[in-house]
């Protein structure tokens, strides 16, 4: 039986967890859990990677004292951030965070250059001023010579993986959410880089998901008391890895569901026109060269900026507190656009919460739960809308949703959600992501035929919670009230 060892890094944390596949299930066992606490020094935000690698050795360290041997690695991450390698093999500075304010306004000046709508028609990329296109333009304005020392431009998860076998490659799920990646020929789109004044020089070979980076150093292996077994670029995307565990066959549409929400379905090419572009979906790569059709969505974000927030203020509220008080709350007296600009960055989110209110004209809540029925309710009804659009854009009427990843702990949106669309939600597996890596991994391996197989044995190895929509008719009158106030800041 094989044994592999999946990276899991989401934007608040980590895990590491090892993987089997025995008579037709799926099996994790945590080793190692972390926080993932960004750093910010002298103005800029950043991911702390070095430390990240320290809890990437720590699990090795915590498997070593266990004497099981692995067969393969895998890691996957959030997307769009990067690090520069120089020619020497070591990192130029420390990776970015994608909330940091460098990029704003940068977009503006990028289609000064190139249009936006040629830009979506070239990537099929939603526009989103935190992808790395807006980065690499920042830096090739305003710190030229960053790009100049640079060899190797690696996305997080693809320097994890050189960390480990030295070797230098981009995996193409990720490289996707680049905003500079052909969908179509699924190679780097090079002329609309070298148009922005962004050189090209470090742009590395793209692998596909599945395929290997290369094996363990055998000086690292040696520590570890491992061999030097493959480093599997697994779909490295995390929303990629989610995807390749839903427990679905044929159309299915899903919500991965964490500090962002991706609302999406599968498909086998492309989908860029007229439509498309107005609703800003995105085009991703998947698994086996698919495309995930989606539209990014801000999430749990908002919930879990709220809750530090008030721990900041001194008040200890948890997450079951936060879903208990605003199911208690009276519902559909305020809303907010989840996807307004000043629901993007860190900082005092209730208060925001209660400024958009009051510049909107509602009932400004007051208490944690009107704030937190506020957001949960504006949550689900954007996915009621993105629902929607996405029926429209592929001419299929979706029955289920299924809701993938941590925020299916979460009972209460699954609930709202089911209300809100009318589609019923079928909740699991909240490890999606780390399935989906150990999935690919025993794909890979032989241990698995493909993602169909990998998907039945997910199902097999999952306890899935049905909603059904019990309440939709009220939902549905409110959606009128509450499109009334999308597109609305109170920045304005």
Known sequence: MKVVLAFDFGASSGRAMLGRYEDGRLTMEEIHRFDNVTVSVLGTMHWDVLRLWHEIKQAFYKLRQTGVKIDAVGIDTWGVDFALIDKNGEMLGNAVHYRDERT????????????????????????????TLYQLYYLAKERPEMLAASDKLLMIADLFAYFLTGAKRVERTNASTTNFLDPVTREWDTELLLRLGIPTHMLPELIESGEVYGTLLPEFAKEMGQDEVPVIAVCTHDTGSAVAAAPAEGDFAYISCGTWSLFGTELSAPLINDETERVQYTNEGGFGGSIRLLKNIMGLWLIQEARREWIRQGQSPSYADLEREALAAEPFRAWIDVDAPEFELAGDMPARVQAFCRATGQYVPQTRGEIMRCIYQSLAMKYRLNYDNLCSLTGVKY???HMLGGGIKDTLLCRMTADATGATVVAGPAEATVMGNIAVQMIALGELEGLREARRAVAASTELKTYAPTEHDAWEAQLPVYTAYLGKSAQE
């Open 399 to 401: 029955p289920c949703i």
């Open 104 to 131: 704003v306004g940068v977009q503006e000046r990028v289609y000064g250059q190139v249009p936006c709508a040629e830009i979506y028609r070239r990537t099929g990329i939603q526009t989103m001023r935190i992808n």
